[in-house]
């Protein structure tokens, strides 16, 4: 069964909104999540690493302001794009990453976000 | 810095033929190694890992990988693939400190997969 639970799968809003994209871990408690963004045929880029507790870690680039990030308990993280644009478009994919050696990370099934 | 090469955009395949996709890595050290596949529309599915030992890995849906330092190479190969194995396949990279997931992977740009009936 799923490990990672993300929602929405798909938003189509108009410019200026702002959108809130869950990540839910389903079978462990996640110390840390991570959030990608991909392109249109084209490769996963981290955005940000999302640890419980604490703020997120945003990869260079990109902007902290823009993609708000809450990680407020072990099961639960969000991606909030705020003011949201055309080129914000994209697809969101979250991961979770349980702890330990050896554990890989374990992806959401993605949110494909459309800015009219 | 990290970095994955996945050398073919596109490959093509029969149906029942065998597969070869491959994959180099530039780290300056082993890094943990894995191979996902995505559907369309779809989030990534962990097709096999590796991190350490037996050089040659096991996944699931008969998938293996091909572990080869000296090549930094870490190809992955199916023997006889199914039209359902068509998709989109990323091989990805995670630093060998990270324990394996507790960092942001590095992935390479894919390699889509067509099989022809």
């Known amino acids: 069964g799923a490990v990672v639970s993300q929602h929405p799968s798909r938003v189509i809003c108009k410019s200026g909104t702002s959108v809130k994209i869950e990540c839910r871990s389903l079978?462990?408690?996640?110390?840390?999540m991570f959030w990608y963004r991909q392109f249109p045929k084209q490769s996963l880029m981290l955005m940000a690493t999302?640890?419980?507790?604490?703020?997120?870690?945003?990869e260079q680039g990109v902007e902290k302001d823009k993609f708000l990030i809450n990680h407020a308990s072990l099961t639960l993280s969000t991606l909030t794009v705020t003011s949201a644009h055309p080129e914000d478009s994209s697809f969101y994919i979250c991961?979770?990453?349980?702890?330990?050696?050896?554990?890989?990370?374990?992806f959401g099934d993605g949110t494909r976000l459309s800015i009219l | 810095a990290q970095s994955v090469t996945q050398p073919d955009i596109h490959i093509t395949v029969s149906e029942g033929a065998s597969l070869e996709l491959r994959c180099n890595y530039s780290?300056?050290?082993?890094?943990?190694l894995f191979w996902y596949v995505q559907s369309p529309g779809q989030g990534l599915q962990l097709l096999l890992k590796?991190?350490?030992?037996?050089?040659l890995v096991q996944g699931i849906k008969g998938f293996e990988a091909e572990f080869k330092r000296s090549q930094s190479s870490f190809n992955l190969r199916k023997p006889s693939v199914h039209w359902s194995d068509a998709a989109e396949y990323f091989c990805?990279?995670?630093?060998?400190?990270?324990?394996?997931?507790?960092?942001?992977?590095?992935f390479g740009k894919g390699t889509h997969l067509i099989i022809q009936p």
């Open positions: 079978d462990f408690q996640a110390t840390t």
């Open positions: 780290y300056g050290a082993t890094p943990y």
């Open positions: 999302s640890n419980e507790g604490s703020k997120a870690t945003y």
């Open positions: 590796y991190f350490s030992g037996d050089t």
């Open positions: 990805a990279v995670a630093p060998i400190y990270s324990g394996g997931g507790a960092d942001g992977l590095t």
């Open positions: 991961s979770t990453y349980a702890g330990g050696r050896s554990a890989p990370q374990h």
